[in-house]
């Protein structure tokens, strides 16, 4: 070997094991910027071993138009607050049904997107008649408000919860309602980030979309959303995503999207257990 | 269901730095997951912090587990106990190792049965459950239960310690 010759070492790097004790002790971390989420989709069939997938990086919809937007779902969630206060952000409706409320002397905010993502409440009328229930909206005009359903507070699942009263009082609230729900389909077209809804969402064989097990740490950077779907049917998984409403109909906002790797297809018995790991810095 | 598990410590999910060989190995014990644009975090135990996990475990999921296991493994489970297999098979392994439990709190508003005759009809229909094991699911799912016996069992399934009461 010549004088001017350069011995590379090649870098060695070290285990995952150490990696973790090493930073058990410090307290520096270099951290990803933003919000991103992954999910872990385990296989549990009727007959058999559990078949655990690995845990695959999250879509985040930050193209998407329109309210479905991941980062404009983040923005109005922590800041939008009194600020976007107007006249008739409470009053009486005039008219109700399973997905709307009507107030025709309102003047809703239609700039924009409007309303969408917004929680209302609805409660009784001025002589006491008719229950509180809550709805998430998904659009509106200047008299409409159209939510995805009626939820009952008391109800841990997202029940549907009664029609309010046709006359009574409502209040919009700022903020925006969560994005608890989990959805799959059969649909294999490649995910995007201008993604809105989830293709061909799977509605039956036990598939529905549903609200998951939410878990936090305090101080800790990321939250689960868990859900257990039972097959009792055939069904292939293809795709999944996380949703601010319960109903496919609706929509609701979308901030995750993703493809379930080697998509299983599960037949009746069969159990899908979805993990998604939403990771805030 | 609410369950707030207070901790002496926690998992928290770092980057995997540069200088680090990522294995199957380590994807398959849970060591890592996957992170943005192809990166890996790593769960790093958080000894010696004082913190607590909050879990909010819809209903339709405790009915979910307790169907799973009657289907797959012909097991019977109360309300509590599926919800501490959801807790110990699902939530902890993300958030906390058992030994960094102090206290469980349970706040529960008790069974649903209009739910429980809502959900189990597709199971009925598609044969996964029996007619005949219908009776005894409803019994352990609508089956008396205090907060206090539902701490208990947690801490049983989830193999901490429960504090003394001094």
């Known amino acids: 070997?010549?004088?001017?010759?350069?011995?590379?070492?090649?870098?060695?790097?070290?285990?995952?094991?150490?990696?973790?004790?090493r930073a058990a002790k410090s307290s520096k971390v270099a951290r990803a910027e933003g919000t991103h989420s992954h999910m872990l989709a385990e296989v549990i069939p009727l007959k058999g071993r559990k078949r655990k997938d690995v845990w695959r990086h999250n879509l985040t919809t930050d193209s998407a138009t329109g309210y479905t937007n991941r980062r404009d779902f983040q923005s109005k969630a922590m800041g939008m607050g009194p600020s976007f206060a107007f006249a008739t952000a409470t009053g009486n409706a005039t008219a109700t049904s399973a997905t709307s409320l009507?107030?025709?002397?309102?003047s809703f905010p239609t700039a924009g997107q409007g309303l969408a993502g917004q929680i209302v409440v609805a409660s009784r009328n001025s002589s006491g008649t008719g229950v509180t229930v809550y709805g998430i909206i998904v659009s509106n005009t200047a008299t409409v408000l159209t939510v995805d359903q009626w939820y009952d507070p008391t109800s841990a699942t997202g029940a549907a919860g009664t029609t309010p009263n046709a006359t009574g009082a409502y209040v919009v609230l700022p903020g925006q309602g969560p994005a608890s729900w989990l959805g799959v389909t059969?649909?294999?077209?490649a995910s995007a980030a201008t993604d809105t809804t989830l293709l061909s969402e799977i509605t039956t064989n036990g598939f529905a979309r549903a609200v998951g097990t939410y878990a936090h740490t305090a101080a800790a950077t990321t939250y689960t959303l868990q859900k257990t779907?039972?097959?009792?049917?055939?069904?292939?998984?293809?795709?999944?995503?996380v949703f601010g409403a319960s109903s496919p109909t609706g929509g609701g906002v979308m901030p995750f999207i993703n493809a379930v790797p080697s998509p299983p297809t599960l037949v009746s018995g069969d159990t899908l257990q979805l993990t998604v790991t939403v990771t805030i810095n | 269901m609410r369950v707030h598990v207070s901790l002496n410590g926690f998992y928290d999910w770092d980057p995997v730095p540069p200088d680090v060989l990522v294995e199957d190995k380590d994807v398959k014990a849970g060591r890592v997951k996957a992170a943005a644009d192809g990166a890996w975090l790593m769960r790093v135990p958080k000894k010696g912090v004082v913190t607590s996990t909050d879990i909010h475990i819809p209903e339709g999921e405790i009915l979910a587990v307790q169907f799973q296991d009657c289907v797959k493994?012909?097991?019977?489970?109360?309300?509590?106990?599926?919800?501490?297999?959801?807790?110990?098979?699902?939530?902890?392994?993300?958030h906390?190792?058992?030994?960094?439990?102090?206290d469980i709190q349970v706040e529960d508003d008790g069974p649903l049965p209009d739910l429980f005759n809502?959900?189990?009809?597709?199971?009925?229909?598609?044969?996964?459950?029996?007619?005949?094991?219908?009776?005894?699911?409803?019994?352990?799912?609508?089956?008396?239960?205090?907060?206090?016996?539902?701490?208990?069992?947690?801490?049983?399934?989830?193999?901490a310690k429960k504090p003394e009461v001094m």
């Open chain 2, 118 to 159: 809502t959900e189990i009809q597709r199971f009925l229909d598609a044969g996964l459950i029996q007619p005949e094991d219908r009776e005894e699911l409803f019994s352990r799912y609508t089956e008396a239960s205090t907060n206090e016996a539902a701490v208990d069992h947690l801490f049983t399934r989830l193999g």
């Open chain 2, 73 to 94: 493994e012909n097991v019977v489970l109360s309300r509590i106990e599926a919800a501490g297999h959801i807790i110990a098979r699902q939530t902890a392994p993300h």
């Open chain 1, 102 to 106: 009507t107030n025709t002397g309102a």
């Open chain 1, 1 to 21: 070997m010549g004088a001017a010759e350069k011995i590379i070492e090649p870098v060695q790097k070290i285990s995952v094991k150490d990696a973790i004790r």
């Open chain 1, 229 to 241: 779907f039972t097959a009792s049917g055939t069904a292939t998984i293809n795709r999944c995503a």
């Open chain 2, 96 to 102: 906390f190792h058992r030994s960094w439990i102090t």
């Open chain 1, 186 to 189: 059969a649909d294999a077209t």
